[in-house]
């Protein structure tokens, strides 16, 4: 470059670093950002012309002063168009779902068979465990040779062919969130409802769908453990998602108790089969038939929630989703003798019980704790190259309401081959559960906290 260039191209850098500079500033003092703003931001963001203390100054701003709706708005738009943005309109209706993420959350894995067994397809993109919550990702790489880094093409082949796809987040997705994600993480900026509903809206609206169901988790077990805040983000989540012509439509749940029983990987594919071949818990039904009904809804296929409901459930009774699931799993590289032979997965190579120390009744679940606990046995990950151990886990065999007996087990801990729990494990896991007197108050959130 001659020098000239050089110092043209020095020039407009600082006039861009002041720009940066300047929007920061606004933010910290309370203003309100304009499109334009955002979006520079957002470029300088992908670009790597903002540098980390810049991106962090500007979280903590906007953590701190929070955004109007249409500062969000244009947060999560700009960081969806950092990068690759699908079309999917060749397929028709496709449905997506999100959760917010809790402990023993496997809808998702019985949601995307079911729904293309009943005739909606369905794609949806999930990721890795997040903090003491699970992931749907590192669930389906239990499921031997199951490949969840799938391009586009493959996208569309498998909606083509199955009706679903279950697959990872790909790097050409929301390259912005990446990087503030990471930053956000060191700098205590994660919970920041504006934030949140960007980072999780960016990365759901940039792979196409036409309508999302969103299950937003509250309870001691949810990132949002306060009903109330839930209930802001998965407004957000609702409103934002409208505003780009897309359909919406969610739910507060209880996460202040693991969803179904199984908590870990293969044992939660192991109960997902059971689910999707018409068994299974109840919690893990109901949820499933909730969002499936909206998006059947949504699809247009019926005109009330039972009747939608009515056609999930016989496709969950009659082999239908099971069978489709069986499909997907061998289009996507794994082995489908999974759902016959649930024994092919990884399995514990010792179990051990939990015993409740006393009789009683179950009044309260630590149940974010059960979920960091699961992570100490090697379900999830502390560190990011930690290697999850699929076969490890646990059974809750006991909620909150449920009657117990004094060494009756709270739990059963499946214990995969490289699970090394140390000595106060079991007592700690014991802990979690609160049992009083038959007759104590149960602290306990109904099922449905809240329509969005
Ligand atoms: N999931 C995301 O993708 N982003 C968040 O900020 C929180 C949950």
Known sequence: MAREDRGNARDARRGEMSLFVRTIVKKRDGGDLSEGEIDAFVTGVTDGTITDEQAAAFLMAVCCRGMTAAESAALTFAMMRSGETWDLSRHGFVADKHSTGGVGDKATLVLAPLLAAVGVKAGMMSGRGLGHTGGTLDKLEAIPGFRTAVPKAEFDRLLDTVGCALIGQT???APADRRLYALRDVTGTVESIPLITASILSKKLATGASAVAFDVKTGNGAFMADPKDAERLGKALVETTRATGRKASGYLTAMDRPLGEAVGNANEVEE?????GGEGPADLRENTLLLGADLVLAAGLETSAKDARRRLNA???DGRALEVFRKLIAAQGGDPGVCDEPKRLPQAVSRRDV??????VVTRIATREVGL????LGCGRA????VVDPASGFRVKKKPGDAVEKGEPLLVVELGPSAKPNATFYDRLAGCFTIAPAGARVESLPFVVGTL
């Not at 997902?272 to 999707?276: A, V």
């Not at 606990?373 to 100490?376: G, K, R, S, V």
């Not at 560190?383 to 930690?386: A, L, N, Q, S």
């Open 171 to 173: 790097d050409s997705i």
């Open 272 to 276: 997902s089969i059971r689910m999707l």
């Open 315 to 317: 496709a969950l009774s």
């Open 355 to 360: 015993p409740a120390p006393a009789s009683g």
């Open 373 to 376: 606990l699961a992570i100490e």
């Open 383 to 386: 560190k990011k190259d930690d």
